[in-house]
């Protein structure tokens, strides 16, 4: 889904934030390129209210470009994406047939939002969108852990 009328997210909704760069992979080349041009980017995942309208909350996954405020990413998350970290700092998705990936910072930042999306999917499979936990300790996870998790998707796919 995505968040027509930028509703974004406030500060003090975000349940994990971290700097990355948002690519795109163009499977043409072979080759993973920065989206929009590149840069570094604040990339977090928010509790917004669901976009039905239905008085539920969900969350949104929420890029903005540092140097421009220009928003790159920003969907609804939804439970039916693999989610693959390639390595310690480069994760990616697929979605329809257009792969999209984060270059974090550091390791310590591809954690925390592993944990972060992590926490939104167990949070939205209980129906407990409540929690205002924000992820803080550092756990030790695998370097090639696969998982599933929601939709996230880019603004311009979304916006299709």
Avoid at 79 to 84: A, E, G, H, I, S
Avoid at 85 to 106: E, I, M
């Amino acid at each position: 889904y995505s968040n027509p009328g930028g509703r974004g997210c406030s500060d003090d909704s975000y349940i994990v934030r971290v700097k990355a760069v948002v690519m795109t992979r163009d499977d043409s080349s072979g080759g993973w390129f920065p989206q929009e041009g590149g840069g570094i980017s604040r990339v977090g995942v928010c509790k917004v209210m669901h976009p039905e309208g239905n008085g539920r909350s969900g969350f949104l996954i929420h890029g903005e470009r540092q140097k421009d405020k220009l928003v790159v990413l920003e969907c609804y998350v939804r439970k039916d994406l693999v989610y693959t970290k390639a390595n310690p700092t480069f994760h990616h998705w697929k979605v329809d047939n257009r792969k999209f990936g984060l270059t974090f910072q550091s390791p310590a930042d591809a954690r925390a939002f592993d944990r972060g999306v992590r926490k939104a999917i167990e949070d939205l499979i209980e129906g407990s969108t409540t929690s205002s936990s924000t992820i803080h300790n550092e756990a030790e996870l695998g370097d090639d852990d696969v998982f599933t998790v929601s939709f996230l998707c880019p603004l311009n796919i979304c916006m299709l």
